[in-house]
């Protein structure tokens, strides 16, 4: 079941959160019950997609013996599919009830952005137009695992809306989207047989590394024109330097190595991170 979490994915949910409530705490007093909350809600969200992933992929055939990615619990037989089922059903009703709390204190643009997460959460790959399969997931993953989580996180806390928050939060999001970047170029064969057209299916695996590229290059510029009035060069530059590096393995790797690359981007993603708190 820990593995079914996909807890190196968990970094995408929190890394949004704790980088909305370090904005938050310059704009005053941080509340740190609501705090937990948010990052609780954010967590049991992420563990509920990728339930409810294993569960809808499995089911439509999706996930194979052939698969060269990370086991998936359902497909290898160690959980079996009314379990995860459940599981989806138990992790999506925690985030609601959760979330009800933060609702009751920020009112409906909480409701809003929480409704909505839970939705996509579902559909993801659990409907006829599942964002997994018709190639709109990075859509989806630059905007929620982007700046909703930030600005949303600070609007939690304050009650406002920050447009730092919104820039700031469009580097997380292209980090994360980097993520399901690498999966999909490295499932690219899987899921062109099984039908599954992500954006790397329907253009090329050729067009994935450059996007790839063009997320780590976004993120960086994001940050550069923020903090360049600091003249923080020096930070500037180990970023500029990891960035680059995170560039380059794209167009090393090859197939299953890329599963090395999704344990290094959540690593830059927190170091990201830290970046971004330290400004």
């Avoid at 948010?38 to 569960?55: E, G, H, R, V």
Wanted: aromatic share 12%; proline share 3%.
């Amino acid at each position: 079941w820990f593995l079914a979490t996909r807890p190196k994915t968990l970094t995408a949910a929190l890394c949004p959160v704790l980088v909305g409530l370090s904005i938050a705490t310059s704009l005053g007093e941080l509340n740190t019950f609501y705090a937990i909350i948010t990052a609780l809600c954010a967590i049991l969200i992420q563990i509920s997609t990728n339930f409810a992933n294993d569960y809808f992929d499995f089911k439509k055939g999706g996930d194979t013996p052939d698969r060269i990615g990370p086991t998936r619990m359902v497909q290898a037989g160690f959980i079996t599919q009314e379990q995860m089922k459940k599981a989806t059903i138990i992790t999506l009703s925690l985030a609601f009830l959760l979330g009800l709390v933060l609702v009751y204190h920020a009112g409906w643009p909480i409701l809003l952005i929480g409704i909505l997460s839970l939705i996509c959460a579902v559909i993801y790959t659990g409907s006829p137009f599942s964002l997994a399969y018709t190639g709109t997931a990075d859509l989806f993953v630059l905007s929620f695992f982007g700046p909703v989580a930030v600005m949303g996180t600070v609007y939690v806390q304050h009650l406002t809306w920050s447009i730092n928050a919104f820039y700031l939060g469009l580097g997380l999001g292209f980090i994360a989207t980097s993520l399901l970047v690498v999966n999909n170029v490295r499932d690219y064969e899987e899921d062109k047989k099984n039908n599954k057209k992500t954006i790397v299916v329907r253009c090329g695996v050729l067009f994935g590394k450059l996007e790839y590229s063009a997320c780590i290059i976004a993120s960086f510029l994001l940050v550069f024109t923020q903090s360049i009035d600091q003249h923080d060069f020096p930070k500037l530059s180990i970023l500029a330097i990891l960035s680059a590096y995170m560039i380059s393995q794209i167009w090393i790797y090859k197939k299953d190595e890329l599963n090395r690359l999704l344990a290094q981007i959540g690593l830059f993603l927190i170091a990201y991170s830290m970046f971004l708190i330290l400004l």
